[in-house]
């Protein structure tokens, strides 16, 4: 134990504190002075790298301890040493002072990847290495391959099979005479164009096409593909995990209704509580507001400008927000106070929650406005301009364990002692004084997808705050199990509360966030919402954003804690396979933990799911659960460094660029602007991706079978000689500059034009099963392949008299068209840049005929015999193909044949 707090003390710059450790601080400054404040304390934007990695403001505490580093001088020079305090007093001769302890907490932590806003902190380090969340909640990136790859990877292998097994054939129908392994390999070679090593090349410099049409899209400006290597997997996609807050949402929290019992506001009438807000100010006889009675008073009947006072008062105070002024251009404040000047000043609120910001800038629109914020105080402007001083004698923050928030306040002018207290309703209806219209309220503001917060009031007479504070101190001075005794005398206070009011404030969705989540369900995509805040928030996000309908049962995942438990919930999600199931990182843990694959297989059946209180690491083993159980291509969305872990681990990940940085967007694959733009990302350039790869790479499988058909049959005609039907320098031409670009020129085909895409989504569920490219449709390839080979092979040489050469010009010449015309057979939607590679490749080819005389006899070229030859080969190879697709397209039309936009 004497080690753990052996510890090195140093003074921490803000530069340092993005390094992996966390510290306990005693000390701060501030740019205003070098001097260290009995009551300072220091602003920090902190980037917890946690549930949430949000860049939040946080007031973090400094100790009272302080003054023992001042009195004995600590400094942070290396030579001291690491020493512990009780170490230094000894040496220096010095003793504790009576009465001066205190205690540290979280308040007191400065936590890994924090920036100090202002001055530098004195602390020590009490954590550093890989072991902390920031270092464990990440992941090593890897390549990503993509499926199409992956099958065509195995449909090369099987071109490889047949390459060695067709010149095993032939070697042995030439007999093993003489050196039989040199014709082996010769054989091999020849046979080698079935094996399309420029499949490659073509697949690469396609994707950059797909990449570069999918930046320049102006329907989802801002797009950037950081990935080339996997755009047809965003036409695979059977499974979506998105984040909520940044990438659902906006991120952004406005106040929608205020809640008195008897009385509600919402923002049309907004107006009539300013009034009655002005009013109560003005008959009172204080500038503090109404005077409340006393406790002893008894019951009193208060008036609805009373109640709205003090709900709106509370929600004015009970808050963790400092307000930060900006001073304006060309504004002189010498002469002026401090609350002049500050009326002159832009006020930005700063705080951890992003709901507490929109309260206290609602009761600034009504009114009522926080004007300065420190330590040990709060002050109030009142609708009349006066100023409310308030002193803050406890804090106690939200944790989500407690699920609420509460401070104790006593007012300067009349030294009233009051204790405000918000919180979830689920725990606020248990510390509230009973009443009718809690629940039922409650419930209508979440079926609206409001976040619901109780506000609550206790005023305390002197004597009942001093015995609160004395028991506080002592709790907090514990030893062992202080969090419980710390706990246990807050609730002692927590009783008999007086419900003030009940607000909903709608964190505001991204636009088009709704019919892009329909979109998607319509494609066959199942989205998976996973995200660290609290279920009640999660629930209520996936119900307004649609995620979740209206007409779907909800199955709350209730906490589970052992084998038992789990196979229990287990069994009741089986019974409602139907609803929508909602489950905690916690819960999720413990079913992982003993029935893996029965959670996730049931799971996969539930039409959406909802994970919440869900760490980065956790969101990571989810995806990768489903890529293993499933079998499915998954795709994961998010907006913060929370979510790269989540993003690296699906096939396919997208960031979006919003308020928390470009960290996701920059780790992701492509990145994009609003979550809105993810429908025409996978409906129109994921199908397009998968289906021009499909086609192109079955092309290209296509060109290099067809000429080895010609190779193999010339091989058997004339005796399995191992010699080469075409001279290499025709062979390297055919592959390159005679189909490269009409071949090419399939990756700006399309079966469907972007509008129908994105008006009939179901035609998405097709691609997932991947019937553009399987064994097949490859096996239908490899027998045009062997019909056209044979048909241009054995068309020549019954049409063959005079010289080989002439065999050569005939069969190249009709190979090269029937290469031409199958482009044109492939094509579903012409391009005006495809007719121009057509014409292109066949001038380039009619100008080779004349200048490569060596190859091709010019005089022949130009007799009637040469051309009708050629023109009869050609047509006996490709019409009956026309035909077959004619026939096909009018008896077996696709499904999309006949949808019009």
């Given at each position: 134990?004497?080690?753990r707090?052996?510890?090195?003390?140093?003074?921490?710059?803000?530069?340092?504190?993005?390094?992996?450790?966390r510290?306990?601080?005693?000390?701060?400054?501030?740019?205003?002075?070098?001097?260290?404040?009995?009551?300072?304390?220091?602003?920090?934007?902190?980037?917890?790298?946690?549930?949430?990695?949000?860049?939040?403001?946080?007031?973090?505490?400094?100790?009272?301890?302080?003054?023992?580093?001042?009195?004995?001088?600590?400094?942070t020079?290396?030579?001291?040493?690491?020493?512990?305090?009780?170490?230094?007093?000894?040496?220096?001769?010095?003793?504790?002072?009576?009465?001066?302890?205190?205690?540290?907490s979280?308040?007191?932590?400065?936590?890994?990847?924090?920036?100090?806003a202002?001055?530098?902190a004195?602390?020590?380090?009490?954590?550093?290495?890989p072991?902390?969340?920031?270092?464990?909640?990440?992941?090593?990136?890897?390549?990503?391959?993509?499926?199409?790859?992956?099958?065509?990877?195995?449909?090369?292998?099987?071109?490889?099979?047949?390459?060695?097994?067709?010149?095993?054939?032939?070697?042995?129908?030439?007999?093993?005479?003489?050196?039989?392994?040199r014709?082996?390999?010769?054989?091999?070679?020849?046979?080698?164009?079935?094996?399309?090593?420029?499949l490659?090349?073509?697949?690469?410099?396609?994707?950059?096409?797909?990449?570069?049409?999918?930046?320049r899209?102006?329907?989802?400006?801002?797009?950037?593909?950081?990935?080339?290597?996997i755009?047809?997997?965003?036409?695979?996609?059977?499974?979506?995990?998105?984040?909520?807050?940044?990438?659902?949402?906006?991120?952004?929290?406005?106040?929608?209704?205020?809640?008195?019992?008897?009385?509600?506001?919402?923002?049309?009438?907004?107006?009539?509580?300013?009034?009655?807000?002005?009013?109560?100010?003005?008959?009172?006889?204080?500038?503090?507001?109404?005077?409340?009675?006393?406790?002893?008073?008894?019951p009193?009947?208060?008036?609805?400008?009373?109640r709205?006072?003090?709900?709106?008062?509370a929600?004015?105070?009970?808050?963790?927000?400092t307000?930060?002024?900006?001073?304006?251009?060309?504004?002189?404040?010498?002469?002026?106070?401090?609350?002049?000047?500050?009326?002159?000043?832009?006020?930005?609120?700063?705080?951890?929650?992003?709901?507490?910001?929109?309260?206290?800038?609602?009761?600034?629109?009504?009114?009522?406005?926080?004007?300065?914020?420190?330590?040990?105080?709060?002050?109030?402007?009142?609708?009349?301009?006066?100023?409310?001083?308030?002193?803050?004698?406890?804090?106690?923050?939200?944790?989500?364990?407690?699920?609420?928030?509460?401070?104790i306040?006593?007012?300067?002018?009349?030294?009233?002692?009051?204790?405000?207290?918000?919180?979830?309703?689920?725990?606020?209806?248990?510390i509230?004084?009973?009443?009718?219209?809690?629940?039922?309220?409650?419930g209508?503001?979440?079926?609206?997808?409001?976040?619901?917060?109780?506000?609550?009031?206790k005023?305390?007479?002197?004597?009942?705050?001093?015995?609160?504070?004395?028991?506080?101190?002592?709790?907090?001075?514990?030893?062992?199990?202080?969090?419980?005794?710390?706990?246990?005398?807050?609730?002692?206070?927590?009783?008999?509360?007086?419900?003030?009011?009940?607000?909903?404030?709608?964190?505001?969705?991204?636009?088009?966030?709704?019919?892009?989540?329909?979109?998607?369900?319509?494609?066959?995509?199942?989205?998976?919402?996973?995200?660290?805040?609290?279920?009640?928030?999660?629930?209520?996000?996936?119900?307004?954003?649609?995620?979740?309908?209206?007409?779907?049962?909800?199955?709350?995942f209730?906490?589970?804690?052992?084998?038992?438990?789990?196979?229990?919930?287990?069994?009741?999600?089986?019974?409602?396979?139907?609803?929508?199931?909602?489950?905690?990182?916690?819960?999720?843990q413990?079913?992982?933990?003993?029935?893996?694959?029965?959670?996730?297989?049931?799971?996969?059946?539930?039409?959406?799911?909802?994970?919440?209180?869900?760490?980065?690491?956790?969101k990571?083993?989810?995806?990768?659960?489903l890529?293993?159980?499933?079998?499915?291509?998954?795709?994961?969305?998010?907006?913060?460094?929370?979510?790269?872990?989540?993003?690296?681990?699906a096939?396919?990940?997208?960031?979006?660029?919003?308020?928390?940085?470009?960290?996701?967007?920059?780790?992701?694959?492509?990145?994009?602007?609003?979550?809105?733009?993810?429908?025409?990302?996978?409906?129109?350039?994921?199908r397009?991706?998968?289906?021009?790869?499909?086609?192109?790479?079955?092309?290209?499988?296509?060109?290099?079978?067809?000429?080895?058909?010609?190779?193999?049959?010339?091989?058997?005609?004339?005796?399995?000689?191992?010699?080469?039907?075409?001279?290499?320098?025709?062979?390297?031409?055919?592959a390159?500059?005679?189909?490269?670009y009409?071949?090419?020129?399939?990756?700006?085909?399309?079966?469907?034009?972007?509008?129908?895409?994105?008006?009939?989504p179901?035609?998405?569920?097709?691609?997932?099963?991947?019937?553009?490219?399987?064994?097949?449709?490859?096996?239908?390839?490899?027998?045009?392949?062997?019909?056209?080979?044979?048909?241009?092979?054995?068309?020549?040489?019954?049409?063959?008299?005079?010289?080989?050469?002439?065999?050569?010009?005939?069969?190249?010449?009709?190979?090269?068209?029937?290469?031409?015309?199958?482009?044109?057979?492939?094509?579903?939607?012409?391009?005006?840049?495809?007719?121009?590679?057509?014409?292109?490749?066949?001038?380039?080819?009619?100008?080779?005929?004349?200048?490569?005389?060596?190859?091709?006899?010019?005089?022949?070229?130009?007799?009637?015999?040469?051309?009708?030859?050629?023109?009869?080969?050609t047509?006996?190879?490709?019409i009956?193909l026309?035909?077959?697709?004619?026939?096909?397209?009018?008896?077996?039309?696709?499904?999309?044949?006949?949808?019009?936009?």
């Amino acid at each position: 134990m004497e080690k753990r707090h052996q510890l090195c003390l140093r003074r921490i710059p803000p530069s340092e504190l993005f390094k992996r450790q966390r510290a306990v601080f005693w000390r701060s400054t501030t740019p205003k002075s070098s001097s260290f404040y009995a009551a300072s304390e220091t602003f920090i934007c902190q980037r917890l790298m946690c549930f949430e990695s949000k860049a939040d403001w946080k007031e973090e505490l400094t100790s009272s301890t302080r003054p023992y580093f001042e009195k004995y001088n600590i400094t942070t020079e290396k030579k001291r040493g690491v020493q512990t305090r009780r170490q230094y007093m000894q040496r220096e001769g010095g003793t504790d002072v009576a009465g001066s302890e205190d205690s540290l907490s979280i308040e007191n932590t400065l936590w890994a990847n924090t920036v100090v806003a202002s001055g530098t902190a004195l602390g020590m380090v009490i954590y550093t290495g890989p072991e902390t969340r920031s270092v464990m909640n990440t992941s090593q990136p890897k390549s990503k391959v993509g499926l199409l790859d992956l099958e065509i990877n195995t449909l090369t292998k099987v071109l490889f099979f047949a390459v060695l097994t067709l010149a095993i054939v032939m070697m042995c129908l030439k007999g093993f005479g003489g050196p039989w392994y040199r014709y082996l390999f010769r054989f091999i070679l020849l046979f080698s164009y079935i094996i399309p090593i420029s499949l490659r090349v073509n697949l690469d410099m396609g994707k950059a096409a797909y990449s570069w049409l999918i930046m320049r899209d102006k329907e989802i400006p801002g797009t950037v593909v950081r990935s080339t290597t996997i755009p047809e997997e965003l036409g695979r996609i059977s499974y979506l995990m998105s984040d909520k807050t940044g990438t659902l949402t906006q991120n952004e929290m406005i106040f929608k209704r205020l809640h008195l019992g008897t009385v509600s506001y919402t923002p049309d009438t907004m107006d009539e509580l300013s009034n009655q807000l002005k009013t109560s100010f003005t008959q009172s006889l204080t500038p503090s507001g109404p005077s409340t009675p006393s406790r002893g008073a008894g019951p009193v009947r208060r008036t609805v400008i009373t109640r709205t006072y003090e709900a709106v008062r509370a929600i004015a105070l009970c808050h963790n927000v400092t307000p930060v002024y900006e001073d304006q251009e060309n504004s002189d404040s010498s002469s002026e106070t401090e609350v002049d000047q500050q009326t002159k000043q832009t006020v930005n609120y700063q705080a951890s929650s992003p709901d507490e910001v929109a309260l206290v800038a609602w009761t600034e629109s009504v009114g009522l406005t926080l004007l300065k914020r420190d330590l040990n105080s709060m002050k109030l402007r009142t609708p009349k301009g006066t100023v409310v001083s308030y002193l803050i004698l406890h804090i106690f923050p939200f944790t989500s364990e407690t699920k609420r928030m509460g401070i104790i306040v006593k007012e300067e002018q009349t030294g009233e002692i009051i204790f405000f207290m918000k919180g979830a309703d689920m725990v606020m209806q248990n510390i509230v004084q009973y009443n009718d219209w809690l629940e039922e309220e409650c419930g209508n503001m979440a079926r609206e997808g409001l976040r619901t917060l109780v506000v609550s009031k206790k005023v305390l007479t002197e004597e009942q705050f001093q015995d609160f504070d004395s028991r506080y101190h002592q709790a907090k001075m514990s030893i062992q199990d202080r969090n419980v005794k710390v706990q246990g005398v807050i609730e002692s206070l927590e009783r008999d509360m007086e419900l003030l009011c009940l607000t909903g404030v709608e964190d505001k969705l991204q636009e088009g966030v709704r019919p892009a989540l329909e979109m998607l369900k319509n494609a066959g995509i199942k989205v998976w919402m996973l995200t660290g805040d609290k279920l009640e928030t999660a629930t209520c996000i996936a119900k307004s954003s649609k995620l979740v309908s209206r007409i779907q049962a909800l199955h709350i995942f209730r906490n589970v804690n052992s084998r038992t438990e789990a196979h229990l919930e287990l069994n009741n999600l089986r019974k409602k396979q139907d609803n929508a199931l909602i489950i905690t990182g916690d819960a999720l843990q413990v079913c992982l933990k003993f029935y893996e694959h029965e959670f996730v297989e049931l799971a996969c059946q539930c039409p959406c799911v909802v994970v919440c209180r869900c760490s980065p690491t956790q969101k990571a083993e989810i995806v990768k659960l489903l890529k293993v159980h499933s079998g499915k291509r998954t795709c994961a969305i998010g907006d913060g460094g929370n979510d790269v872990s989540m993003i690296q681990a699906a096939d396919a990940g997208i960031g979006i660029v919003g308020k928390e940085g470009k960290q996701a967007s920059l780790a992701a694959d492509f990145s994009i602007t609003q979550f809105s733009h993810i429908g025409r990302l996978l409906l129109v350039h994921g199908r397009n991706s998968y289906k021009r790869s499909a086609s192109l790479s079955q092309f290209v499988i296509h060109r290099g079978l067809i000429i080895s058909t010609m190779q193999a049959i010339f091989c058997s005609v004339f005796y399995f000689v191992s010699v080469a039907l075409f001279p290499g320098f025709l062979m390297v031409g055919y592959a390159t500059i005679y189909t490269m670009y009409p071949v090419f020129s399939l990756v700006l085909d399309k079966d469907v034009s972007a509008n129908i895409a994105m008006t009939y989504p179901e035609l998405y569920k097709d691609l997932t099963k991947g019937r553009s490219l399987s064994f097949k449709t490859f096996f239908l390839w490899v027998l045009i392949s062997l019909y056209q080979g044979g048909i241009i092979m054995y068309g020549a040489l019954l049409l063959f008299e005079d010289e080989f050469i002439h065999v050569v010009s005939i069969t190249f010449t009709s190979l090269i068209l029937t290469e031409l015309l199958m482009v044109a057979l492939t094509v579903r939607t012409w391009h005006y840049l495809m007719i121009v590679a057509e014409v292109f490749s066949l001038a380039i080819y009619i100008v080779s005929l004349v200048v490569l005389k060596d190859y091709f006899d010019a005089t022949f070229l130009q007799t009637w015999d040469f051309i009708w030859k050629v023109l009869v080969i050609t047509s006996v190879s490709c019409i009956p193909l026309y035909i077959l697709k004619y026939l096909r397209k009018k008896f077996s039309p696709t499904v999309y044949s006949k949808l019009t936009p």
